[in-house]
C-alpha cells in the first residue's frame, strides 16, 4: 500500500511541462521518492524529474514494502 502527500498542483505543472515533450513516460514510485523519465519519439531530448522523500527519522515517513513503476501515455 503506498501512502503519500503530494501537492497535486505542483505535479500538474511539471507533468504539463513534460508533456509537448513526450508522449509516454515512466512514473517509478520508491523508498528515495518519485522518478519520471522519459525520451521523446525522435531521440532528441530526455525529461527526468523527481522528488524526493521526508528523511528516514521523520514522523511523517511511511515505509514503502516495494518499489512501483506506472506506464503513463
Not at 11 to 18: D, F, K, T, V
Amino acid at each position: 500500500m503506498l501512502k503519500a502527500v503530494i501537492d497535486a498542483e505542483t505535479l500538474r505543472g511539471a507533468i504539463e511541462a513534460a508533456s509537448p515533450l513526450v508522449t509516454e513516460a515512466r512514473l517509478t514510485i520508491s523508498d528515495r521518492g518519485l522518478e519520471l523519465r522519459a525520451i521523446d519519439p525522435a531521440s532528441v531530448a530526455m525529461v527526468s524529474l523527481s522528488g524526493s522523500t521526508p528523511p528516514r527519522s521523520s514522523p511523517s515517513r511511511h515505509p514503502l514494502e516495494r518499489s512501483e513503476s506506472i506506464g503513463c501515455a
